[in-house]
């Protein structure tokens, strides 16, 4: 999904890891093509693509609605309602194919779901 975002800082320590500003939701983000000028008053748009490694874990929750991250890593759960293989949190959907594809039967639902990280792709 393409957003505008506002960039906050750049990790000094993990090369390609942003905090950005998406809406009112702060994230830690893994780019690649990392424009050569970063203006911190500027917005970009970017692509915002959800990462899981591994086994996919969805389940119906009474979470507050929002994304949390995980202790220090990139991973986030994210808590929202599942429509359409997207969870809508706020202003912003996160959509996987995953989650229209095997997940339908929690369609409609409030749900958690683990993402082990974002990417965003500059435009």
Not at 39 to 49: G, T
Not at 58 to 73: A, M, R
Request: hydrophobic share 40%; glycine share 6%; aromatic share 12%.
């Amino acid at each position: 999904m393409k957003y505008e975002i506002a960039i906050l800082s750049i990790n000094d320590f993990i090369e390609n890891v942003l905090k950005i500003k998406l809406g009112n939701i702060t994230l830690e983000v893994l780019t690649l093509n990392l424009p050569t000028v970063i203006d911190k008053d500027a917005r970009y748009l970017v692509d915002l693509e959800p990462k899981v490694f591994d086994e996919y874990e969805v389940f119906e929750t009474d979470d507050d609605v929002g994304l949390k991250k995980i202790g220090k890593s990139l991973s986030y759960d994210v808590v929202g309602t599942l429509i359409d293989g997207a969870i809508h949190i706020g202003e912003i959907s996160i959509f996987d194919e995953f989650l229209l594809s095997d997940y339908g039967y929690l369609e409609n639902k409030k749900v958690k779901w683990k993402v082990d990280r974002f990417d965003i792709d500059f435009e």
